[in-house]
């Protein structure tokens, strides 16, 4: 089948409801049949499947990294400034295309085409960032290290670089990695989720139509353990670039112990929230609840611990579950929709799991703790907004990570407590503090172990600043000009008379 036909039906499906047979691949510019076996993509707002992706093996694989291997030699060759071009126009001709990405996102994903719209906004935003950045690179220079004697660095792109991406934003997790990779003049495989592989196909697809060479850019879908482990384990993969869990960000680093691949890993997250006696409460409760539910809480630097001062917890647990209390949840394609389903029906039973063991041991449930009673919602994987104030420490909300809308909230004593129990975490993803002191705000920046710290902001990621977590949160940076440091290996030149 042509490309163009496939393109045609796979836009299609965001609208029909047929069930269609995708062939899984985009290789070397062109529509590539995967010979695994089908992988079922459903509607997280009805759990019916739409979609059978058929799933990548280790041959499907290989010849994805051989066709970008191919692409290497030119791509790398251009002059930065015109990879930049280039991925500029790719990237304008995504965003026209805005329209038809939206509900293919939102029918295959379940958010709401609010945030559809917000995620792949951001996604073309941050390729964009980057070819901003690429008019900008500059090296460095160091004369007279001996007498006649001066010394350079250059810096070299790695070559292939494998992208693992997640199901809760398939497509802003992807450019995070696929803009600075090709700026650098690597060229990319891309793997995303096996449940959200049809957005990330479209999105390929448009970058190749608008200018991006074949070979550069390709998405092989499938499984983790199939298609993910083939291309970490690939020996012409110089880099697997991962997003996802902490246990599988650990089998990946020990799968890039072969060989010495590069890699970086943006982890699992519990980030702690720190509400103090002098805070603008009310600006700190709409923070909480944005930071918490939005995406259905399926967002690693979602707020997943609040932590409050004792004299103002009463009002600001009461701000917060009335904020939960509020929020319309239905389908992300819904007029008026705030929270759309959690993504499969197995994450939802492991965030009732979590909440329910957790109030098993202890705490007061303010809010939520079960799905809607809307029987037009049945088939989907909805589960309320919830709230539960002053579980034990120990509790699976305190020591797990949340990966939905439930947010646990204690009182604590004064400042010191509040960091004690923020940083009892295996994970230092994000965190933040709501305080009018700036003494204290400073204190917590220093104090608190996380990659990202906001002060009377909002939890939101700018292509600005690096991003990437402690502890167990993960290992390298994205965004930034530091992630270009994570795409290339650097030599240092020296320079004789
Ligand atoms: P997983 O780790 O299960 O999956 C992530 C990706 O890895 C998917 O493409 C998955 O494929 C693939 N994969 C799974 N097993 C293997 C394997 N053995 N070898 C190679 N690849 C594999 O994560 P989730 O899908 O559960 O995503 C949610 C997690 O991601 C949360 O912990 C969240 O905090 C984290 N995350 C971190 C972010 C950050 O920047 N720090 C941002 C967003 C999310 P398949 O889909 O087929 O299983």
Redesign the pocket.
């Known amino acids: 089948m042509s490309i163009g036909g496939n393109v045609a039906r796979r836009s299609e499906l965001a609208r029909t409801g047929g069930r269609n047979t995708i062939s899984g691949a985009f290789v070397d510019g062109a529509e590539h049949r995967n010979a695994g076996d089908p992988l079922p993509v459903t509607n997280p707002a009805d759990g019916q499947v739409f979609a059978d992706v058929a799933g990548g093996t280790a041959a499907d694989v290989d010849a994805a990294v051989q066709s970008a291997r191919r692409a290497f030699a030119e791509w790398s060759s251009l002059a930065v400034s015109k990879r930049g071009e280039i991925l500029g126009a790719a990237a304008h001709h995504v965003e026209q295309h805005l329209d038809e990405l939206i509900p293919l996102l939102t029918r295959e994903q379940g958010k709401t085409l609010r945030d559809s719209r917000i995620e792949l906004t951001k996604a073309i935003d941050t390729l964009m960032h980057y070819v901003g950045l690429s008019k900008a690179l500059r090296g460095t220079h160091t004369p007279n290290l001996d007498p006649g004697v001066e010394g350079y660095v250059l810096r070299r792109p790695l070559g292939v670089v494998g992208a ?6 398939p497509t802003t ?1 992807l450019s995070n990695k696929l803009a600075p990779a090709l700026v650098t003049g690597n060229t990319v495989v891309a ?5 959200t592989p049809l957005t990330t196909l479209r999105f390929a697809e448009l970058l190749h139509d608008g200018g991006l060479p074949a070979g550069v850019f390709n998405v092989v879908t ?4 199939t ?3 083939a ?2 384990t690939h020996p012409d993969v110089r880099k697997i670039a ?8 650990e ?2 680093m020990a ?1 890039c112990a072969r060989g010495i691949k590069r890699v970086t890993l ?4 519990s980030d702690p929230m720190i509400i103090c006696d002098d805070a603008d409460l009310a600006a700190a409760a709409s923070a909480a609840s944005m930071g918490r539910y939005y995406n259905c809480g399926q ?3 979602a707020i997943k611990r609040v932590y409050v001062f004792e004299s103002v917890a009463d009002e600001v647990v009461e701000a917060i579950t009335a904020k939960a209390k509020r929020l319309k949840v239905g389908r992300g394609d819904a007029e008026g929709s705030q929270m759309g389903p959690l993504h499969t029906a197995a994450q939802r039973e492991e965030v009732a799991g979590q909440v329910d063991r957790t109030l098993a041991m202890g705490g007061r449930l303010a809010a939520g703790g079960g799905p809607p009673d809307d029987a037009g919602l049945a088939g989907g994987f909805f589960y309320l907004p919830t709230v539960v104030v002053d579980p034990p420490h120990d509790a699976p909300m305190a020591t797990e ?1 949340v ?1 939905g809308p439930a947010l646990p909230i204690w009182r604590v004593r004064d400042f010191d407590e509040a960091i004690e129990r923020a940083n009892a975490s295996r994970f230092g ?1 994000g965190s933040s503090v709501w305080t009018r002191d700036l003494r204290r705000a400073r204190q917590a920046a220093e104090r608190i172990e996380a990659g990202y710290t906001w002060i009377n902001s909002r939890t939101k990621v700018y292509d600005e600043l690096p ?1 990437g ?1 402690w502890k167990s ?2 290992y390298g940076k ?1 965004h930034g000009e530091e992630a270009f440091d994570y795409y290339t290996d650097s030599k240092s030149v020296v320079v004789g008379s």
């Open positions: 693992i991406v997640p199901w809760n934003f997790l793997k995303p989720a096996g449940t499938g499984s983790g353990p298609t993910g482990t291309l970490a991962f997003t996802g869990s902490t246990p599988v960000g089998q990946i799968l943006e982890l699992g997250g967002a690693c630097l990570e990966f993803l991003f977590g949160s993960g994205e």
